[in-house]
Nanobody, 124 residues
Framework: QVQLVESGGGLVQPGGSLRLSCVASGFAFSYSSIGWFRQAPGKEHEGVSCISGSGRTTDYLDSVKGRFTISRDDAKNTVYLQMNSLKPEDTGNYFC?????????????????WGKGTMVIVSS
C-alpha cells in the first residue's frame, strides 16, 4: 500500500527553523515527484514546494523562495523540507503528497496519495 508519513512539525519562534520529513513506502519512490502542501486554519491548501523524481527540478511557492529548501534521499525513501527564517504566516498543517505524473504539480488535483500532515506553528 502507498503510504506517506510526515514528521518534524512543532512550535517554533519567528525566525527559527524546522526540517520536515516525508517517509514513503509502497511504491517506486525514486521515480515519483513529491510535493509539500500546507493548509492554514480556514484557508485552502496551497502548494509549497515540489521535487521531481530525479531531483533535478524543484518548485517553490513565491513566498517561501529563499527560505525553504526541498530535497530527497532515495536511499531512505524520504523527502525533506528545510524551513528557515520562519514567519507566523507559515503556520499550518503541512502535507506531503505523491504526484500523479512523474513531474511536479502545485495543484491538489495533480496528487494521488497524501500523508496525514504535520502541524507547524510559528509564534512568539
Amino acid at each position: 500500500q502507498v503510504q506517506l508519513v510526515e514528521s518534524g512539525g512543532g512550535l517554533v519562534q519567528p525566525g527559527g527553523s524546522l526540517r520536515l520529513s516525508c517517509v514513503a513506502s509502497g511504491f517506486a519512490f525514486s521515480y515519483s515527484s513529491i510535493g509539500w502542501f500546507r493548509q492554514a486554519p480556514g484557508k485552502e491548501h496551497e502548494g509549497v514546494s515540489c521535487i521531481s523524481g530525479s531531483g533535478r527540478t524543484t518548485d517553490y511557492l513565491d513566498s517561501v523562495k529563499g527560505r525553504f529548501t526541498i530535497s530527497r534521499d532515495d536511499a531512505k525513501n524520504t523527502v525533506y523540507l528545510q524551513m528557515n527564517s520562519l514567519k507566523p504566516e507559515d503556520t499550518g498543517n503541512y502535507f506531503c503528497a505523491r504526484a500523479r505524473r512523474n513531474y511536479c504539480s502545485n495543484s491538489i488535483g495533480g496528487m494521488d496519495y497524501w500523508g496525514k500532515g504535520t502541524m507547524v506553528i510559528v509564534s512568539s
